[in-house]
């Protein structure tokens, strides 16, 4: 079936460094590619997307990069902030008789001060 | 504006005692809706999602069932619960006027007992 992997599950780094999440999806009709963060207890909140026909979309700190042919996406979050901590999900979404989106296991962001 | 709500926000049950949560969307029409289990500390697994009224695919074989009764209206049951149906559910829904994006409700925070 579908999957999606992501990497690393835990990262931490310093203030104002960048951080970077990869994924690998497996579908090839996958054709759109959310980002969410998750604070603790709450709901996944949605970031930023990419859309199969674009191969880079910057907002602000973030940015995120799609490699179709490689079936690989990033995000990459530059001049990281404490409130940046959370839990960052991809995603892969694809159209098979309804909107279907298979989540990533999820990397923990660690923002030390 | 389009919403979504879930409930309810946490319940506490016994092991083979019934489940029922629920979650509706206001402001839209036809929607995609999805049940989502996010086990402690884990990623996001897609359980159920549903293109129109009684219209379910399920994902994962398991002990949960899920209904949609209106075209508004989701909602996840068991009929005998176990200690590894614990997380945190959450309700997620797309519109077909907002792209592909999922948006997630408050979610349900679930402890089997």
């Known amino acids: 079936g579908e999957n999606v992997e992501q990497h690393p599950s835990t990262l931490s780094v310093q203030e104002g460094d960048s951080a970077v999440i990869k994924c690998t999806y497996s579908?090839?009709?996958?054709?759109?590619f959310p980002w969410y963060k998750q604070e603790l207890g709450k709901r996944p909140q949605l970031i930023i997307d990419i859309r199969s026909n674009v191969g880079e979309k910057k907002d602000q700190r973030i940015a995120v990069t799609l490699n179709k042919t490689a079936k690989h996406f990033s995000l990459h979050i530059t001049e990281t902030q404490p409130e940046d901590s959370a839990v960052y999900f991809c995603?892969?979404?694809?159209?098979?008789?309804?909107?279907?989106?298979?989540f990533g296991a999820g990397t923990r962001l660690f923002v030390k001060a | 504006s389009q919403t979504i709500h879930q409930w309810p926000a946490t319940l506490v049950q016994p092991v083979g005692s019934p489940l029922s949560l629920e979650c509706t969307v206001e402001g839209t029409s036809n929607p995609n809706l999805y049940w989502y289990r996010q086990a402690a500390g884990r990623g996001l697994q897609l359980l159920f999602y549903?293109?129109?009224?009684?219209?379910i695919s399920s994902e994962v074989p398991q002990n949960l069932s899920a209904s949609r009764p209106q075209d508004r209206q989701f909602i996840l049951s068991s009929k005998k619960l176990l200690l590894s149906d614990s997380g945190f559910y959450l309700c997620a829904w797309i519109s077909a006027g907002a792209g592909n994006t999922i948006y997630f409700g408050e979610g349900s925070w679930l402890t089997v007992v």
């Open positions: 995603a892969a979404a694809s159209y098979t008789g309804g909107f279907k989106t298979i």
């Open positions: 579908d090839s009709a996958s054709n759109y």
């Open positions: 549903s293109i129109g009224i009684d219209q």
